[in-house]
């Protein structure tokens, strides 16, 4: 039976050093950066899927020890609320929240809480371009331990999905599928790596 070799690196704990800062984020990096200087103690964060909005949330929590509350458009209403209060009455060090929906999509009925979060400072982060991904990328392949060409990162952006997230994981699926057989990591194994999940991902489908 093939041996599959376990990924025991460590994940970097996301932090402001660690995320790359683009033209489409720089705003939002320095306004979470800068918690002193903030108008209101309640920020909402506003991005696309992959945008980097957990990994600045998680980072601005570590930083000053406040409350980062992700996808907030599903949380519980009242839970939402007492947060927001806590931090409007300064029992928080300040709240986080992050979405890719404006508030005006979220379907609130507490009259208070629908208030508050149309009030709520935005600041919003656009998709990552493919100038800013490509050193992500790099560094995702880096943290596993993995050196590749130039020319296997553009075809993993030119054939998977665009997002942070679905990188890391793609590079983590690689590390394991590649160490199992003591491969290296070159653009015709990614192809027949893509190639052989789209198939496999197809045979797991329903069945008419």
Do not use: C
């Not at 683009?22 to 909402?44: D, H, K, Q, T």
């Not at 020319?151 to 942070?164: A, G, W, Y």
């Amino acid at each position: 039976m093939k041996q599959i070799p376990l990924n025991l690196r460590p994940t970097p704990q996301p932090s402001f050093s660690n995320f790359h800062v683009s033209p489409g984020n720089v705003a939002a990096v320095n306004m979470l950066r800068a918690r002193e200087r903030w108008s209101s103690p309640v920020l909402l964060l506003l991005g696309p899927s992959g945008s980097g909005k957990t990994h600045l949330g998680e980072a601005w929590r570590a930083k000053y020890q406040g409350e980062f509350l992700d996808d907030a458009h599903w949380l519980d209403e009242v839970s939402l609320f007492d947060a927001y209060n806590r931090a409007l009455a300064g029992e928080s060090a300040g709240l986080v929240l992050a979405s890719h929906l404006p508030p005006m999509d979220w379907a609130v009925s507490l009259p208070d809480l629908r208030s508050r979060l149309n009030a709520t400072p935005t600041i919003t982060l656009s998709e990552h371009d493919e100038a800013t991904l490509e050193p992500i990328l790099r560094e995702l392949f880096a943290q596993a331990g993995r050196s590749v060409g130039a020319d296997v990162v553009v075809f993993i952006l030119k054939n998977t999905e665009r997002s942070v997230d679905a990188l890391r994981a793609l590079v983590h699926d690689l590390d394991i599928a590649a160490g199992s057989t003591k491969a290296d990591l070159t653009k015709s194994y990614v192809s027949k790596y893509l190639k052989q999940r789209s198939e496999d991902d197809l045979l797991a489908g329903p069945v008419e």
